[in-house]
């Protein structure tokens, strides 16, 4: 089954025309309209006429997300702002968020590639879909809804927390499709047995599970534990949301990226080339139909590969391999994207705070955890308990307020934590992925 | 009649306890008195020793946090009570106790208890007027 046809099951050379087509058409809207692009491409020597073949896309510069900091919060909008219906936004380092923009027609795509994704996962019309994903700021939970609204299924707007109705009502309501975060999905699963509720006796069917990394170690847990086929689910609200990339219940062997709205390619971190496909590097995405904020060559930063063979689902669009891994020094912990950096400018807000620091990533009861490891030296010193844990939470409440992670900070003797030579360790996962 | 306490942050893992000691041992530091607070993550070690500038300059170079606080020491009749009539008397004026341990040494019939209070000079002015003997650092040091 897939919910169009048409455009899923283009023959390369007809999906590579397409793609050139749609390519050209957006560098001339960035051109004539987002001057970063426009000073970009003088920058780099080519203009939008240049670019004849998809291979010339390689000529075209990177966007990264500090461009899109730099532009905080419109400057990278290639239509105005009456045209933008939507506005959704990431975390970013410095308490800035990253910022996108979507027309009536982004919106559209948005639900059209979600409602695909729906239809790649297993899902229809007349499933019950329980969408856990966050609503809000972040893109998970409006873009799965629409999707599933476009598709005809019933969504329950559940959102994401109180884990206890969440069962109730997957239970009564009769949910046959869940959308979360992986470990949620393990953490329901938990709490399930806790009250009782065994779900060989619910009616969940399919899972998509996405917006952190995880393994197939965690894929064959969850799929014994909730009793459903487990798929992953790819996508970032810089490039549109989730919906980009998703994984068919056919092969269960890669996530199709809908190559007729995105160009993936991807690179060698260190050079920048372009390696061959098969060969792991970090995933680079232009947007070709977006009007709000296309973006040329988005270093994504998270590492994949690609494969071009075909599938046994009959889908022609590219597969990408099970995210393993990021270029850059970010963690998401429960699907919140973390730099170092951003704790390490909160400490240094803090008054005799030193900037040494380590954090602890760990997954206990299938949850991430952060602990932050931070110095205590005289100036932080009082011989009294109730002031040091008052700092504790006052850092704890800064770290929730500025990123929206709830992390627990402990406090350490002076030169405990290990010194910067060169690259410090500033973070210890130890939760266990592969 | 204000008494100079020490106080080291030492974190809770094995070991650390017993290496401050050695630290203060080996630098000939004897301990007069000690009360330990802790909580799950870290704990506050808090002494009165014969020579305190010798014992912080020892402990800052091992790398340990080090800071001195003021505290005061008064006698305590040795009975049923004895305790009792001194913290309503600070009770009555409004003055917070921050914390308090007992001293090792008595001082002919009496316990010494170490406080620390929120307004330290007003408690020990509260102190003498009714009548408690509030005992000199130097004679601390030196018990």
Redesign the interface.
């Known amino acids: 089954m897939m919910f169009n046809e048409e455009f899923e099951t283009l023959p390369r050379p007809a999906l590579e025309a397409l793609q050139l087509k749609r390519l050209q058409s957006m560098l001339a809207r960035v051109y004539a309209n987002v001057p970063f692009y426009r000073t970009a491409l003088d920058r780099a020597g080519i203009r939008p006429d240049d670019v004849r073949s998809l291979h010339d896309l390689q000529r075209l510069p990177f966007t990264t997300k500090q461009n899109m900091r730099d532009s905080y919060p419109y400057g990278l909008f290639a239509a105005p702002l009456e045209e933008i219906v939507r506005i959704h936004a990431s975390s970013g380092t410095t308490g800035k968020p990253t910022v996108v923009g979507y027309t009536q027609k982004d919106i559209e795509t948005w639900t059209e590639l979600m409602a695909r994704t729906f239809v790649t996962a297993g899902a229809h019309k007349g499933d019950i879909i329980h969408n856990a994903y966050g609503y809000g700021l972040f893109t998970g939970g409006l873009g799965a809804h629409y999707g599933a609204e476009r598709l005809g299924a019933s969504v329950i707007p559940i959102s994401g927390g109180n884990t206890k109705r969440q069962i109730m009502i997957m239970q009564d309501f009769g949910s046959t499709v869940l959308t979360c975060t992986p470990s949620y999905a393990l953490f329901l699963a938990e709490e399930a047995k806790s009250e009782g509720v065994d779900f060989r006796n619910l009616k969940l069917r399919i899972g998509i599970f996405g917006a952190e990394p995880w393994s197939e170690a965690m894929r064959a847990e969850i799929e014994e534990k909730l009793n459903l086929t487990a798929l992953d689910i790819y996508g970032l609200s810089e490039i549109m949301g989730p919906g980009v990339a998703q994984e068919c219940y056919v092969a269960k062997s890669g996530l199709h990226i809908w190559e007729d709205h995105f160009i993936p390619e991807i690179i060698d971190p260190e050079t920048c080339e372009v390696v061959p496909e098969g060969v792991k590097g970090e995933l680079v995405i232009t947007t070709i139909t977006k009007q709000g904020i296309p973006l040329v060559r988005y270093r994504t930063r998270d590492i994949t590969s690609i494969t071009y063979e075909p599938c046994a689902c009959g889908r022609t669009h590219a597969r990408l391999a099970r995210l393993s891994g990021r270029s850059d020094d970010m963690i998401i912990i429960r699907g919140v994207n973390v730099f170092p950096s951003q704790i390490e400018s909160i400490l240094v807000g803090i008054e005799g705070v030193e900037p040494h620091y380590l954090l602890i990533v760990d997954r206990q009861d299938n949850l991430d955890t952060l602990e932050v490891h931070v110095e205590?030296?005289?100036r932080l010193?009082?011989?009294?308990?109730k002031v040091?844990?008052a700092l504790s939470r006052s850092i704890e409440k800064e770290i929730k307020d500025m990123l929206g992670v709830t992390s627990r900070v402990?406090?350490?003797?002076?030169?405990?934590i290990q010194r910067s030579e060169g690259k410090a360790t500033r973070v210890i996962d130890n939760r266990k992925l592969v | 009649m204000h008494v100079e306490q020490i106080s080291i942050f030492i974190e809770n893992k094995s070991g650390r306890l017993a290496e401050v000691t050695r630290i203060l041992g080996e630098a000939g530091v004897n301990i007069r008195a000690l009360s330990l607070a802790d909580t799950s993550d870290f704990g506050i070690l808090r002494l009165i020793v014969n020579d305190r500038e010798k014992a912080q300059s020892v402990l800052k170079e091992k790398g340990f946090t080090v800071s001195k606080t003021d505290v005061v020491a008064v006698e305590v009749p040795d009975r049923p009570g004895g305790l009792s009539l001194i913290l309503q008397t600070l009770d009555g004026e409004n003055i917070n106790v921050e914390y308090m341990y007992a001293f090792v040494e008595r001082c002919g019939e009496n316990a010494v208890i170490i406080f620390r209070f929120d307004e330290t000079d007003r408690a020990i002015t509260t102190l003498l007027a009714k009548g408690f003997n509030v005992l000199e650092g130097e004679r601390l040091y030196g018990m």
Request: hydrophobic share 35%; aromatic share 6%.
């Open positions: 205590v030296d005289e010193f009082s011989d009294e308990i040091l844990q402990k406090l350490v003797e002076p030169k405990t």
